[in-house]
C-alpha cells in the first residue's frame, strides 16, 4: 500500500465509453463498469478559445493505435453532424471518440471534437480532413498535449518498483531496528520483490516459527473483532480464504495463493513490493487490477504494533475485500482515473483512498462495519471506529461520522500516526461505488482510459503524448 501526507454545455455523442472487462469467474461474480467523462461549459466557442490562447490540446499519439484529434465548426441545422460523419465512413476513417459543445455566445453554431485512429501523412487520413475542411466551417487538427507517464500493458509495473523508503531502510524508532536477524530478513524478503518482474510466479516463503507465532497473535486477536465489526463481504470471503489459502492462525498464507484465488474472483492480483511506493505508481498499478503487497512482518517484540504496513495489514486488511466484485470494481475505477492525472488530481484520489480503502465505514444492519484495510488490521481502532458504546479501542470520546461524499473527503487532511478523528460512513460498499465512480467522472481527465483484461492493456479514447518516466 502506499502512504502520503496529502497524499449548458452538452454531449452529443460518446463513442467507445463501455468498459469490457469480463473475466471468468470461480467464486464470486464480477460486474461490467460504464464510465463517461463529463465535460465543461465555456463562455466561448471552442475554436474560438484556441484562438485567444485560452486553452491547449492535443496530433497525438495514441498507445494502442496512432490517434488524431481534430475540432470543427459546422453550421447549425438538422443534420449537420450526419453531414460530417459521413466522411469517416467514405474513407473508412474509425472514429474513436466524439463530443459537441453549443456556442454560449451569439453563434448558434456547434463545435464538434473528434478522434480518430490515423495521423495526417496517411493516404485515408489526408482523403478525410480534404473533405472536412471543404464541408466545415471552421477545422483545426489539435497540437499536442502532454501528460504524465502512466503504464500502458501490465509489464510496464516493472518500471514502477522504487520505493520511496529503499524499502530495506528501518528508522530508528523501528522495533527492529538494532536487531540483525531481523534486519538480514527484511532484506532477504526485499531481494525477492526487487527482482520480481510481471508475470512470474510469487516465490513461495517460509516463515520462521517467530513469523507466523507473531502472525497468529494478530490473527487470533482480529478473529473475535471480525466477527462484531467487519462488513458482510469480508466476513463471506474469509471462510473462502482459510479454504483455499490456507488463513489461520497458525499459518502464514502465501502470496501466490491468494493472488490466483483473487484472480478467479474478480481479476486483481497480488505483486511482491519492497516498501511504500509514490501514491502514483500506487494507484497506476489498481487500473490492472494489481495490488502491491508488501511480504515482510512486524517485529515478534511487539506483534500488535507495526509503523509500517506489513504482510498483516495486506493480507488481513486488504487481500479479502479484492475478492469482492463491488469493492474491486471500487479500486479499478481509483486506478483508472489515476493514469496520466495531474500531481493535484492524484493527491486528491489518494485522500479518498485513504478514507476508503483504508478506513471505510458503512452501515449493514443499522450499525457501522468495517471494509477498509487499516481498521481491518487494527484491534483497536475496528473497535474505535465500530463500536455504539465507549470506552473503545482505548478511547473515551466517539470519532466524527460523515456521509461518505469524496468530493468532500478528498479535500480532507489527515494524521498517519494516530486513530482517524473522522470517518466517512457509507451507505453500502456498492454505493461507496457508485459516489466514487461520480467523482472520477468529474475530473479533469485528459482522456478515458479502459482495460482490456484478456490482452492486459490500456486504451485511450484520446491521442496523447506521454513523459518521459519520472525516476
Known amino acids: 500500500m502506499f502512504r502520503t501526507r496529502r497524499a449548458a454545455a452538452a454531449v452529443a455523442a460518446v463513442f467507445g ?11 464470486l461474480p464480477t460486474v461490467r463498469k460504464l464510465a463517461p467523462a463529463a465535460l465543461a461549459s465555456n463562455a466561448f466557442s471552442p475554436l474560438e478559445q484556441f484562438k485567444r490562447g485560452y486553452s491547449k490540446s492535443a496530433v497525438v499519439r495514441g498507445l494502442d493505435k496512432p490517434k ?5 465548426e459546422t453550421n447549425d441545422g438538422p443534420g449537420s453532424l450526419q453531414d460530417v460523419l459521413k466522411f469517416f465512413w467514405k474513407h473508412d476513417v474509425n472514429m474513436v471518440r466524439i463530443e459537441s459543445r453549443p456556442s454560449k455566445g451569439p453563434s448558434p453554431d456547434y463545435s464538434f471534437y473528434i478522434d480518430f485512429d490515423g495521423r495526417p501523412g496517411e493516404a485515408p487520413v489526408d482523403a478525410l480532413l480534404d473533405d472536412l475542411k471543404r464541408h466545415c466551417k471552421d477545422m ?19 518500471l514502477t518498483v522504487k520505493t520511496l523508503d529503499a524499502g530495506e531502510d528501518l528508522e530508528s524508532d523501528h522495533p527492529g531496528f538494532n536487531d540483525k536477524v531481523y534486519r538480514a530478513r527484511r532484506d532477504q524478503l526485499t531481494d525477492i520483490a526487487v527482482n520480481f518482474k510481471q508475470g512470474q510466479t510469487i516465490p513461495r516463503i517460509e516463515y520462521t516459527a517467530d513469523e507466523i507465532k507473531t502472525w497468529g497473535v ?45 484472480k478467479e474472483c474478480t481479476g486483481f492480483t497480488l505483486r511482491p513490493v519492497a516498501g511504500l511506493l509514490s501514491a502514483r505508481d500506487f494507484l497506476n498499478g489498481l487500473a490492472f487490477r494489481v495490488f502491491f503487497s508488501t511480504q515482510y512482518l512486524r517485529h515478534h517484540s511487539v506483534p ?70 487499516g481498521l481491518l488490521s487494527s484491534f483497536g481502532e475496528l473497535e474505535y471506529a465500530c463500536s455504539p458504546t465507549r470506552p473503545a479501542g482505548g478511547e473515551e470520546k466517539f470519532p466524527e461520522y460523515r456521509p461518505w461524499d469524496p468530493f468532500q473527503a478528498a479535500k480532507q487532511k489527515y494524521p498517519i500516526t494516530t486513530y482517524q478523528p473522522i470517518y466517512y460512513v457509507a451507505d453500502s460498499v456498492a454505493d461507496a461505488k457508485a459516489r466514487m465512480r461520480e467523482f472520477t467522472e468529474d475530473m479533469k481527465k485528459p482522456f478515458y482510459a479502459r482495460y482490456n483484461p484478456y490482452q492486459q492493456t490500456i486504451s485511450v479514447d484520446r491521442a496523447v503524448s506521454v513523459l518521459s518516466k519520472q525516476h
Not at 472487462?21 to 470461480?26: G, H, I, P, V, Y
Open 304 to 373: 500488535l504494533y507495526t509503523p509500517e504496513p506489513d504482510i498483516c495489514h495486506e493480507l488481513m486488511g486488504h487481500a479479502p475485500m479484492f475478492a469482492d466484485p463491488d469493492f474491486a470494481d471500487f479500486s479499478h475505477e481509483i486506478g483508472l482515473a489515476s493514469l496520466g492525472a495531474s500531481d493535484e488530481e492524484i493527491e486528491r484520489l489518494a485522500t479518498c483512498y485513504w478514507f476508503s480503502v483504508e478506513f471505510g465505514v458503512c452501515m449493514q444492519h443499522g450499525e457501522k462495519k468495517a471494509y477498509g484495510a
Open 17 to 27: 465509453r463501455q468498459q469490457t472487462s469480463r473475466l471468468t469467474t470461480a467464486t
Open 140 to 158: 483545426m487538427v489539435l497540437n499536442e498535449k502532454k501528460v504524465p507517464w502512466f503504464p500502458r500493458k501490465i509489464n510496464d509495473l516493472d
Open 68 to 72: 488524431t484529434s481534430l475540432l470543427l
Open 218 to 262: 494478530v490473527y487470533e486477536r482480529m478473529e473475535s473483532l471480525w466477527a462484531q465489526y467487519a462488513c458482510d463481504e469480508f466476513k463471506y470471503i474469509l471462510p473462502l480464504l482459510q479454504t483455499n489459502c490456507g488463513y489461520s492462525k497458525d499459518n502464514i498464507p502465501q502470496a501466490q495463493d491468494i493472488s490466483d484465488f483473487l
